[in-house]
């Protein structure tokens, strides 16, 4: 039997759209979705936090605590991008700490941690700091497309995960690239070089191969598959969890999840879809099997051409594909995600622009210093005085980025106790993290982008809004005019 984790609350939404679902449009379908019996779900974590304060007006902490007591009987779980925890830069051990204890506390039962370098340091203080409150560690590793991320690389640092404590593993292909094949051949070496712990695989549908490299990896004994219920599947998004359950009846991997209550999920969501229609992106929802071709994510291709267009240099695309698997290789090969995926993509399009290296960005040099952690391979010492300069022995750091850093802890309770503001542990690590949005939070300036009440932004002709009582609480449905062709 293969289990499923359910994005729809949290990768789900993020990756079709932008993040933007509101507390009360989940909540509904908690309890139903509660009852499938899913591995897990995931509720938290990744851009939500962030999207909650900058864009909603919502406490995040308190939407952890809602899903909780409307979910008592699924694990909850998370996505902790290690250093980064729910932002975008490093933050020093207590902070990190801090945090991951609260997420425990507020209702967070399943930890998925993982750094975009796949430096296992970076990794080490969120997996021990979880495993302090005894919640379930899942390690996650981020799949890329190079020489060296090799089978025997996943394998020996799934090993090294194993090792540091981790209750479960996870593939994380961001991109949507893992191709049916290479998915079977990690599983199945990890399995055969006696990896205990089970085994997660988490795809896009972007590439249109993730449903084929779901099943390979089940033939492989993967353990868990990650899924979002159909409304908010496809495109950048996941493969269907009804499709999914549906197709593997009558096979040794059957869930056994009733489909007749994934039906009343799809019911309830396929009415949240209609009504955030204002975000729908057609592009988004699109197959794009262009990464079969060159072997890189759709998402940095369209950031070409928009790069180039400032240039004035569209003309030079194809140079730029090229250069980007060339400055991938003078990184050290890593993967192609945030932020390194940004931090390439731009270099290579300064280099075909100005010449390489002629023009090197903040971040380029931050990253060729090792304030992001260690690539994957060696950069060339070239490389290095090519970006630095000729003192850049002076300059690059061999120890943990976070080494680096201060705790922040004491001084940021300080800060705003001066301020007058709150000063909640909660509050304390969410303005560590993102002082100007906590900050108007915490003083009711933050203004909503649209509440529950006002979507869809704006009805069409013959499209209407009424009330309807679902799960017991009533709710503003919408009904659109079915798109024509
Ligand atoms: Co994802």
């Known amino acids: 039997m293969v289990q499923i984790t359910e994005l729809v609350f949290r990768d789900g939404h993020q990756s079709v759209l932008a993040t933007r679902l509101r507390t009360e449009d989940m909540l509904p379908i908690a309890k139903t979705v509660d009852e499938v019996g899913f591995f897990s779900v995931e509720v938290w974590g990744g851009a939500t936090f962030d999207v909650c304060l900058r864009y909603l007006a919502e406490d995040p902490w308190e939407r952890l605590r809602l899903f909780k007591q409307n979910m008592p009987n699924t694990p909850l779980q998370m996505l902790e991008r290690a250093m980064n925890i729910v932002a975008y830069r490093n933050f020093p051990d207590d902070i990190v700490i801090k945090f991951i204890e609260l997420a425990h506390k507020n209702g967070v039962d399943y930890f998925r941690i993982f750094d975009a370098l796949n430096d296992l340091r970076n990794l080490k203080v969120p997996i021990e700091a979880a495993k302090k409150v005894g919640a379930h560690v899942q390690g996650a590793l981020c799949y890329a497309i190079s020489p060296v991320h090799t089978v025997e690389y996943y394998v020996e640092q799934f090993k090294e995960l ?32 006696g990896i205990k712990v089970p085994i997660d695989l ?13 099943i390979k990896a089940c033939e492989a004994g993967v353990d868990i598959i990650d899924c979002c219920i159909s409304p908010l599947a496809g495109g950048t998004g996941h493969p269907p969890t009804e499709s999914i359950v549906a197709g593997l009846m009558d096979t040794p991997y059957d869930p056994g999840y009733d489909l007749q209550l994934l039906a009343k999920c799809r019911d309830y969501l396929q009415k949240v879809w209609e009504k955030y229609k204002h975000l729908h992106r057609e592009q988004a929802m699109k ?7 060159h072997q890189i994510p759709g998402g940095m291709l369209s950031n070409f051409v928009i790069q180039l267009e400032q240039f004035g240099a569209v003309d030079k695309y194809h140079e730029v594909l ?11 090969w890593p ?5 390194t995926s940004q931090i390439i993509g731009v270099q290579a399009t300064l280099n075909v622009v100005f010449g390489r290296y002629k023009r090197v960005t903040k971040e380029t040099k931050d990253y060729v210093k090792g304030m992001y952690g260690n690539p994957p391979a060696e950069i060339s010492d070239e490389v290095k005085e090519m970006v630095l300069g000729p003192n850049w022995r002076d300059e690059v750091i061999t120890c943990r980025p976070a080494d680096l850093l201060e705790p922040m802890y004491k001084k940021t309770r300080e800060e705003m106790a001066s301020k007058g503001l ?11 993290l993102f002082p100007a949005q906590t900050e108007d939070f915490l003083r009711g300036r933050s203004k909503p982008e649209f509440t529950s009440q006002q979507l869809p932004l704006e009805l069409g002709p013959g499209e209407r809004r009424f009330k309807a009582r679902l799960n017991g609480s009533e709710y503003d449905v919408v009904i659109l005019k079915s798109k024509g062709g």
Do not use: N
């Open 322 to 332: 090229l250069e980007t698997a060339r400055v991938q290789k003078d990184f050290g």
């Open 335 to 339: 993967p192609l995600v945030t932020p």
């Open 202 to 214: 988490h795809s896009h549908a972007t590439s249109g191969m993730a449903d084929l490299a779901y």
């Open 287 to 293: 197959v794009d099997p262009s990464v079969t071709v």
């Open 162 to 193: 194993v090792k540091m404590g981790c209750d479960s593993l996870c593939i994380k292909d961001m991109a949507g690239i893992i191709s049916p094949q290479r998915a079977y051949d990690i599983i199945k070496a990890c399995k055969e070089e």
């Open 422 to 432: 709150p000063t909640t542990p909660e509050w304390i690590v969410s303005y560590a």
